[in-house]
């Protein structure tokens, strides 16, 4: 049989045989369909049993207690009083410790010892800072910690003295200026004396001396603040060696800033952003209780021709206003706001106008106003009215509604408005807690601080604590809500109910936040609430 003729047959066979194929494939199909359909309820369950999200647990909401009244004294904050031993060693004359001796000022967190560059090395190279030594120690065991006022320019009062102190440049210093670097300048009656501070041996002592003030205060004598007083009377960036042009004068500043910031690195310098009657009146014009954005117009110009805009460079100058109460300006009062809320610079520092003795005469909303006025400026530190001696006592003592209202306000006030967790957990099991925080002072903390969460057992005794979690406390501005979330877990307890508390300490000191919450216990210790812990 030909090979084509036998290929046909076979194809016939095949064509013959499906029909019988598609009927066994059909009934097969159709058995399919009816088992599909009997057990579609039970495919559907499985379905949405894979589908459906894992059982939530259940969490508790609690807002802690707020203390409205508390008073609170944390680390870098808090009022301060003047210490001008250094300078004066008369025993009825300017110095706290010497006139008030039996006078701890328990409302006051900080004192700042005033000395100039020549009270510590009148002659080249030999450093002697025994006189601000023993101001420091004295207030040291008062609890205090310690600020430097320290000035390389005149201290204006005191130099006028027979014999004359803080002088600011030391005398062999001057001795190497020639005269053109010199000048005699005159503010209320009292002379002093300026240099150009862009001479060659100035700047090359200048630099010796601060690094001889860092090695000095180092970690065995630590200070929390140096003012930066670094030209014009008082040190307060005004009213110094006139230049002979605003480049000039430019250059000198912006050298001094340099100096500073590179001799002092890890301090906060707190420098005077004064306007300076030197210059343009536009620079201060308009209001000087208030921020009028109608006198704003020249602030680049009041910026540069103080190098404020250099100033806002260096990550370790902050700012302070020595006039707080009647002499703040809306350019300065600008530069406060962008230095504090943009740039994020603390601790902000404010000096009053006035003593209290003369400023109570204009009546008690004066007084208050003044307060008032000088919270507005994000500080962190408040000198007491009067500066120094009996005249801050009096303040302290005749207006403790002021003193407690600055402590309630001025630096940081930590508040937990919300506080979300699971009210079981489960033995070596992660979860989670959410805190909800808000910054009511009017300054910030100047780092960040830790959160330690623990669980305690009968008796407030602790049974176990997670690791400390970081709070991003120094970014806290003030008002701005602030959401934390810390995932913890607490292994190999015994199954039952413990008490869920959390603590606020510097990781650095190790020393307990204060918050102003009701019932703190004495470790810093707030409640959270029941928590059962599952096997």
Known sequence: MA????????RAAELRRLPQRSAHNLAAMQRIRILALQFMPLLLLLAGAAMAPAQTEHLATITPVENTNAILHNPDMGWVIYENFPLDSDPHGSSTMLTLPGESFPEVDAVALMFSWQDVESQEGTYDFSRVDGAYDYWRKQGKSIQLRLSAESLMYWAARNPPAGLGTPDYVRAHLPPAEQQMRSMDGTPYVVVDVRNAFYLQRLAAFLRAVREHFDARRPVTLIDLRGFGAWG???????????????????????????????????????????????????????????????????????????????????????????????????LNEQAFSTLRRAPMVGEFLGGYGAMKKGGSNWVSWVVRDALSLHPNYLNLIGWQGADARDFARERPDLIAHGLRRMGYRLVPTRVRYPEAITNSVAFEVQFDWVNRGVGRALRDYQIRLSLLG??????????????????????????????????????????????????????????????????????????????
Request: glycine letters at 10%; a negative charge; proline letters at 11%.
């Open 3 to 10: 090979r084509s003729e036998r290929q046909g047959q076979d």
């Open 458 to 535: 009968p008796h407030g005794v602790p049974v176990a604590q997670a690791a400390p979690a970081t709070l991003h406390t120094s970014q806290w501005l003030p008002g701005a809500p602030c959401t934390a979330r810390h995932k913890l877990e607490f292994p190999s307890l015994m199954p039952g109910t413990y008490q869920f508390v959390f603590a606020v300490h510097d990781p650095d000191t190790g020393r307990v936040i204060a918050l102003p919450l009701v019932g703190q216990g004495p470790e810093g210790n707030c409640a959270i609430g029941p928590v059962r812990v599952l096997p």
């Open 236 to 334: 307060e960036w005004h009213s110094g060696f006139k230049y002979p042009d605003p480049e000039a004068r430019r250059q000198a500043l912006t050298g001094i800033l340099d100096l500073w910031s590179e001799a002092l690195p890890g301090h906060a310098l707190a420098l005077s952003y004064s306007y300076d009657p030197d210059g343009p009146t536009e620079l201060y014009a308009g209001p000087n209780n208030k921020l009028d954005p109608a006198f704003t117009n020249h602030y680049p110009q009041y910026l540069r021709y103080s190098a404020f805009d250099h100033a806002l460079t260096k990550t370790n100058i902050t700012f302070r206003r020595d006039g707080c109460g009647g002499a703040v300006h809306s350019n300065e009062r600008l």
